[in-house]
């Protein structure tokens, strides 16, 4: 029990006083009671916006924490969507088509990311390569995507869709429980709650003291006796499956995909979350997901079309003003604040 | 009956270039198990390469390289850690924003556990005559020059290892910081550590070397005894100067 609380409130990440988990107790009430009070239609915006804090974390502990930038890793969100899409939808009927879709999709996605970071990584390619190869693998898949239109590209009776993308994709089920509006909302939150707590666990663990190694010098790291390449493809494999999560549960929330979730534009958005809620920090990348997937649903269902420039502009921002990220560097002023308070003051 | 000391690490014929440049020409270096052995040559004489090659970071491009009697020539860097070698590097490579508590708990999932025991001690003495605290949550990066050297040599000791190369540890310190980190690593070495430093600071290798390995233009130049060695006429034409 020591170990699991030692683990939970380590200090890799924001957050460790009393007042912190306090309001974060808070916050998840409010986020349980808030379907009490808000329409099915809200409650399935913030639906989205929660799907999405998966892939922002597996970036995180990716990019901020190991040090390794993904530019692609929505390929594994894709991957994992059409997968899911496909089993599912060929064991339409059967109550466990959604459940091996889940398990299809996850395996997929961490499949095509441990072949693809197994010659990344054991090659040794230089780490500012990285982000180029894995941009071009995402770009390459939406390609491929996109000229699949035509009744020959389909998986038994699924039709993969070209740039229309892949329609009617079932909701999750479990046996007889389905997965929809209201129940859908608490599974996502569910999944966020547990894939904030473990990864917190997994970077305040031996196994995050030596990404963070890694990523702070890896020669030091690798002559300490780490086999540092392993390392980063567990990494990599892993952030790949929290992507994997996310487009799991984006198909299982608006039944379709299309090839445009694994382009350029998208393939940005997870590299903005992390930037512009601070590289180091998971909860910083979460509340920044939730944040800015918040704003650009808002200003896009609004008609604006600049909604990305503004989002575009944000970083940039970030990028000048606050280059450890919003989140970490507010979250810091906020404990030095309160440090201060709580010094006893200075004798004359 | 006499034992045969074992050696800790030999090299037959090593090579190694860099473009037209020669940093290493059939060096055929040897150090026996418990020995402390000190490499001095001028600036860009091959001891920092000979160090990379020792250590796996550098290959060579010809010539064979023995760890307590094992062929390592192609063994990847972590897998020579595992055989009980430690490095630390000419310059400081802590890691400078994790705390001293951080930066001595990541070797120890990969430390060995063959040589625990005697390995704790040495870790245990070394923290001691250094005056850092294992479980100080100052960041690295608000150390003192001394005291990260003294950190980066902890950090190799947390592996337990049998032989630590040591590039320039004293580097930048003053005279009585010197002393005291040559009289922890004699102290070290008396414990059956194998030691192997890069010094240019003649007084910490007359202090601590038992032998001494001068290198020059990629070549083992002379070898011997630290009174040998300053005696060379040639070693103090090329190195030391003449008096």
Redesign the interface.
Known sequence: MRTFVGLISGGADIGRTRLFWISFGVVVLLFLLYPTQASAFRVSNVSFYLLNIPLGLGMALLWGYCGVLSFGHVAYFGVAGYTYGVIAGNMSGNPFGPLAGVAGGLLASMFVAGVFGYFVFYARVQKWIIPILTLVLTLLLETFLGQTAGYQWRVGSVLLGGYNGMTGIPWFQVGGFVFEGYSFYYLCLLLVLACYFGLRMLVNSNFGQVIVAIREDELRTELLGYDIRARQWVVFVLSAALAGLSGLLYVQWGNYITPSQVGLLQAALPVIWTAVGGTTSLLAVAISAFALNWITFTLSSQGNQYAMVIIGGLLVATMVFFPRGIVVMVAERLGRLMTRRAAPPRQP | MVMEPTVAIETLSLNKTFGGVVAASNVNFKVLSGEFRCMIGPNGAGKSTLFAML?G?ETADSGQIFVFGQDVTHT???KR??LGV??T?QTN??????SVR?NL????????LENKEVGQARLEFALDAFGLDPNDEIKAAELSHNQLQWLEIA??L??YPNLILLDEPAAGMASEETLRTAKVLKHLNSTGLTTVVVEHDMAFVKDAAQTVTVLHQGKIFAEGSVADIIAHEDVRRIYLGRA
Not at chain 2, 93 to 98: E, G, M, P
């Open positions: 250590c970071i990847q860097a972590f850690v595992r430690g490095l590097f490579r802590a890691f400078h924003a994790l951080e708990a990541i070797p120890q999932a990969s430390a060995r950090m190799v947390v592996g």
